[in-house]
T-cell receptor, first 112, second 114 residues
């Protein structure tokens, strides 16, 4: 099925460990996004990529890095995980003409 | 800056009850407005949208009307079902560039009891 695929679905890390969350879309969308979702906070934008080869910070970028590997893939990296990064992470993509987002099913990350 | 405020939850209703979830926004210009729904354990799905004043978005029995005079986009459904239990997010998007990024409200959890 066409859409946004995120891996892994679940992950537990120890404080200080690093990991990369993967995201791929097959809809030929230009823009891609990483959000985190925390109870009572809604969704907050971490980083986005308006087009292949560009990335920009969102509302809460500290502690994260991103790579727009090609038009399909947009990865999120935690270099040194902290308990405050325990969250559910969502990747999304957008057709720039229609403004609607398509979301992946999320990665539930726990940092202990 | 741009922002979205939606009613605090959780909201608990009986099956076939009328639903209203309030959403108001602050934005310069003419944003597009959206409602997203998140079922347990899943990502967000677009429920409906409206791109200009007085537009009515509708889907699966849900409706919302873009009211510029009151800066509101309230979600309504005449008769809810147990399967409507989910978290609902109101969001806005300005056209173009970084302003096209979606800004979300904090979400309203709806529970529908049989």
């Amino acid at each position: 099925n066409a859409g946004v695929t995120q891996t892994p679905k679940f992950q537990v890390l120890k404080t200080g460990q690093s990991m990369t969350l993967q995201c791929a879309q097959d809809m030929n969308h230009n823009s891609m996004y990483w959000y985190r979702q925390d109870p009572g906070m809604g969704l907050r934008l971490i980083y986005y990529s308006a087009s292949e080869g560009t990335t920009d910070k969102g509302e809460v970028p500290n502690g994260y890095n991103v790579s727009r590997l090609n038009k399909r893939e947009f990865s999120l990296r935690l270099e040194s995980a902290a308990p405050s990064q325990t969250s559910v992470y969502f990747c999304a993509s957008r057709d720039s003409q229609l403004y609607g987002y398509t979301f992946g099913s999320g990665t539930r990350l726990t940092v202990v | 800056g741009n922002s979205v405020t939606q009613m605090e939850g959780p909201v608990t209703l009986s099956e076939e009850a009328f639903l209203t979830i309030n959403c108001t926004y602050t934005a310069t210009g003419y944003p597009s407005l959206f409602w997203y729904v998140q079922y347990p354990g899943e990502g967000l799905q677009l429920l409906l949208k409206a791109t200009k004043a007085d537009d009515k978005g509708s889907n699966k029995g849900f409706e919302a009307t873009y009211r510029k005079e009151t800066t509101s986009f309230h979600l309504e459904k005449g008769s809810v079902q147990v399967s409507d239990s989910a978290v609902y997010f109101c969001a806005l998007s300005r056209a173009g560039g970084s302003q096209g990024n979606l800004i979300f409200g904090k979400g309203t959890k709806l529970s529908v009891k049989p």
